[in-house]
């Protein structure tokens, strides 16, 4: 069965660290996103990819980054960590640009010391 | 600012004991709104989808229903495993294929 798969998922880290979180999708879907989830504030966009080699920044970018080699991963990566970057991270993919279902991978829990 | 609202925080019902959980947004231009489900430790799962006034859609005891300015999930005669956190998001018109999420409702149906 098609899946969307999240590694690792649990993390702990230290800051300053590089840290790569992966997302994979078996779906073939064109769209990807990056989501973290904290009390308080919900589900917040991050990152999101169209395709292959687009990216775009969504409401929280600030020391995250992504790259789209590839239609069935979108890597996040946090280039230095920070404390306030501990938080629940979710991957989810959709299939067009218009208004189709998102559907979520598993999660990843990071902590960052 | 677009926004989306959920109430109440939390709910605790009996088993059997129906209700309603409540999402109300403003927003510039509504695409369509969605309905999630999320259990303890897990991603959110799809449960509906919703893109006119007036559109109704039902899974086994939920029923989601939406207006011009909100969104109710009907719960009917609720069981323990129904207890989770439900999540609605809308999906605005401009802004790429961004979805907005309200910060949940948890819900707990006590056997």
């Known amino acids: 069965d098609a899946e969307i798969t999240q590694s690792p998922r649990h993390k702990i880290t230290e800051t300053g660290r590089q840290v790569t979180l992966a997302c994979h999708q078996t779906w073939n879907h064109n769209n990807m996103f990056w989501y973290r989830q904290d009390l308080g504030h919900g589900l917040r966009l991050i990152h999101y990819?169209?395709?292959?080699?687009?990216?775009n920044k969504g409401e929280v970018s600030d020391g995250y980054s992504v790259s789209r080699s590839n239609t069935e991963d979108l890597p996040l990566t946090l280039e230095s960590a920070a404390s306030s970057q501990t938080s629940v991270y979710f991957c989810?993919?959709?299939?067009?640009?218009?208004?189709?279902?998102?559907?979520f991978g598993p999660g990843t829990r990071l902590t960052v010391l | 600012e677009d926004q989306v609202t959920q109430s109440p925080e939390a709910l605790r019902l009996q088993e059997g004991e129906s209700s309603s959980l409540n999402c109300s947004y403003t927003?510039?231009?509504?695409?369509?709104l969605f309905w999630y489900r999320q259990d303890p430790g897990k991603g959110p799962e799809f449960l509906f989808t919703l893109y006119s006034a007036g559109e109704e859609k039902e899974k086994e005891r939920l029923k989601a229903t939406l207006t011009k300015k909100e969104s109710f999930l009907h719960i009917t005669a609720p069981k323990p495993e129904d207890s989770a956190t439900y999540l609605c998001?809308?999906?605005?018109?401009?802004?790429?294929?961004?979805?907005?999420f309200g910060q949940g409702t948890r819900l707990t149906i006590n056997p």
């Open positions: 989810a993919s959709s299939e067009t640009h218009r208004t189709d279902t998102q559907y």
């Open positions: 990819s169209y395709g292959v080699q687009d990216t």
């Open positions: 998001a809308v999906h605005l018109i401009q802004g790429a294929q961004k979805l907005v």
């Open positions: 927003v510039s231009g509504l695409r369509g």
